[in-house]
T-cell receptor, first 113, second 114 residues
Framework: DVKVTQSSRYLVKRTGEKVFLECVQD?????MFWYRQDPGLGLRLIYF???????EKGDIPEGYSVSREKKERFSLILESASTNQTSMYLC????????????FGPGTRLTVL | AQSVTQPDIHITVSEGASLELRCNYS??????LFWYVQSPGQGLQLLLK??????LVQGIKGFEAEFKRSQSSFNLRKPSVHWSDAAEYFC????????????FGDGTTLTVKP
């Protein structure tokens, strides 16, 4: 089974802090994704990566950056956290051969105070 | 641009009753369609997917979905709901590009009454 793990299930940070959310997948997937999930808004794509060191902006990249130094790891960075970034963050991965069949991690619920 | 609409925000059914969750999509070509389930506090799990071929697709946990091109729909069904099916359900449409940028619906929350 594909396993996607996220470094924290719950995280509380203060406004202005730099925040790192880590995601690791163990199935050699080329594609990795970061979404945020908010009530009534569904899942919105922040960034995705289709290869090591490659990244593309999703629908809501403002205030976020990403890093992919190794194939199995995809990090989401909030350079200066703000209260409107309080949300559930979901990481996913997929194969290039089946890019839309995504496997999700359990999510990180981030609260910014 | 692709889009997905899940018309029902919240549905309540009794345990043992049948279930149908609606999904309508907009996409210029033949879509790749998915249903995911999210249990409370968990990530999303793929229930089933449609790429081509038979328009009735079987998935895990006893779920099935039917692709109807004429209605631009991909509704999820289950003949008899169990209490453990209470969750949020997401429909998604994909473009099968290298990037796999699927578009997700806003979700339908299912409550199961005993």
């Amino acid at each position: 089974d594909v396993k996607v793990t996220q470094s924290s299930r719950y995280l509380v940070k203060r406004t202005g802090e730099k925040v790192f959310l880590e995601c690791v997948q163990d199935m050699d997937h080329e594609n990795m994704f970061w979404y945020r999930q908010d009530p009534g808004l569904g899942l919105r794509l922040i960034y995705f990566s289709y290869d090591v060191k490659m990244k593309e902006k999703g629908d809501i990249p403002e205030g976020y950056s990403v890093s992919r130094e190794k194939k199995e790891r995809f990090s989401l960075i909030l350079e200066s956290a703000s209260t409107n970034q309080t949300s559930m963050y979901l990481c996913a991965s997929s194969l290039v051969a089946a890019p839309d069949t995504q496997y999700f991690g359990p999510g990180t619920r981030l609260t910014v105070l | 641009a692709q889009s997905v609409t899940q018309p029902d925000i919240h549905i309540t059914v009794s345990e043992g009753a049948s279930l149908e969750l609606r999904c309508n999509y907009s996409y210029g070509a033949t879509p790749y369609l998915f249903w995911y389930v999210q249990s409370p506090g968990q990530g999303l799990q793929l229930l089933l997917k449609y790429f081509s071929g038979d328009t009735l697709v079987q998935g895990i946990k006893g779920f099935e979905a039917e692709f109807k091109r004429s209605q631009s729909s991909f509704n999820l069904r289950k003949p008899s709901v169990h209490w453990s099916d209470a969750a949020e359900y997401f429909c998604a449409v994909g473009a099968n590009t290298n990037a796999g940028k699927s578009t997700f619906g806003d979700g339908t929350t299912l409550t199961v009454k005993p």
